[in-house]
């Protein structure tokens, strides 16, 4: 097992990813709207990204579908309100009908993860966030995403808390660079990590953002930090769940450092899976020969961690295309009548 989750470049595998993924075995794979054009085409797509796994584990299919202008699944008619949208409607309801709606839906195209929700405490800065976050209040996102995070896992789909260790005073776009935040780890405690300590015990995984805080680590971004993956979040906080990088070919960290560098720093940061979500094809290799040269005992603390998690993945479960259809129609009819929110600052992340 290579333990990256890789970005797939089409409706369909290409002859070159066949070869690559059979041969590599990533940990799991990620989809986004260039992947999904069609119900049954993408459910194909899935169902031979399981098939090139050898061994017992399921591989990790995940997406970002959050909701709002981070949906993925638009091309196929599935679009579903923002957190800030549910937010102002002040129905724990509404949330779990969102996430019920969202968690079938995947789970019959034959994703098994979510990176979602977003635990990121609401602000007005143009940083990526806006519409995206359960609010601006740290109770107020733990109550809500609790809600909607417990119902997704209940429908068969893992959950991701993101982006720990809170961005949302950030106020630039990690897409385009790096955001510089300040503070200590008992300033991040205070306030904009609260949502994730409360929440940990019932989140499988958690993704790292990509910012700088000099006061944590002045030098590297906390995604490759040992101090805030390592030192923080597991010895600190104890989280013994997997935890994810943001997408490493973001200008926050492509900048900076080929993906096979970054991918390095963050294994031996003590994150599990490091994300390659674009032109993957171009970079498992040299991924997977960084990989190799990391000490056994690190590589084998990552492999019990996916392991332990990809024992929780559900089989997805056919649906008829009839079936298909009312679901359609019931999630357009749910989405209309929850009012959404003003237009957000553009960001790369609604256009993947």
Same mark, same amino acid.
């Given at each position: 097992m290579l333990p990256v989750i890789a970005g797939v #470049? /089409?409706?369909?595998?290409? #002859? &070159?990813? *066949? #070869? !690559?993924f059979t041969r590599l075995q990533p940990a799991g794979y990620i989809l986004f709207? *260039?992947?999904i054009a069609d119900y049954e085409l993408t459910r194909e797509l899935t169902d031979e990204l399981r098939s090139l796994t050898t061994g017992p584990d399921t591989p990790i299919i995940a997406i970002d579908q959050e909701g709002g202008r981070v949906v993925r699944t638009a091309g196929i008619q599935v679009q579903l309100p923002s957190a800030a949208a549910l937010q102002q409607a002040h129905s724990p309801h509404k949330? *779990?009908?969102?996430a019920y709606y969202n968690a079938s839906g995947l789970h019959t195209l034959g994703v098994n993860t979510n990176f979602a929700p977003v635990l990121d405490l609401a602000t007005p800065h143009a940083n990526a966030l806006p519409s995206r976050c359960w609010g601006a209040d740290s109770q107020e996102v733990i109550t809500n995403a609790g809600v909607w995070n417990r119902a997704t896992v209940s429908r068969g789909i893992l959950t991701c808390g993101k982006h720990f260790p809170g961005m949302g005073a950030a106020q630039s776009d990690p897409h385009h660079d790096l955001p510089v935040l300040h503070g200590t780890r008992e300033d991040f405690l205070r306030e904009a990590s609260i949502p994730f300590t409360a929440l940990m015990p019932e989140l499988p995984s958690l993704m790292i953002a990509h910012l700088l805080i000099p006061e944590i680590d002045a030098t590297l971004p906390t995604s490759l930090s040992p101090e805030l993956v390592q /030192?923080?979040? &597991? %010895?600190q906080l104890g989280y013994e769940g997997v935890v994810f990088t943001d997408d490493l070919c973001m200008g926050a960290i492509a900048k900076r450092y080929s993906p096979a560098e970054s991918a390095a720093l963050a294994w031996r940061a003590g994150c599990d899976l490091p994300l390659v979500?674009?032109? %993957?094809? #171009?970079? !498992?290799e040299t991924v997977a020969a960084a990989w190799a040269a990391l000490p056994s005992d690190m590589v084998e603390e990552v492999e019990q961690r996916v392991a332990r998690f990809r024992l929780h993945i559900s089989t997805p479960r056919p649906m008829a295309f009839i079936e298909w259809n009312d679901y359609l129609r019931n999630v357009a009819d749910f989405t209309a009548s929850v009012e959404e929110v003003g237009a957000a600052p553009g960001s790369p992340v609604q256009n993947y």
């Open positions: #470049e /089409g409706l369909v595998l290409t #002859e &070159r990813e *066949r #070869e !690559l709207s *260039r992947n949330i *779990r009908q969102a /030192g923080f979040l &597991r %010895a979500c674009h032109d %993957a094809a #171009e970079h !498992l």
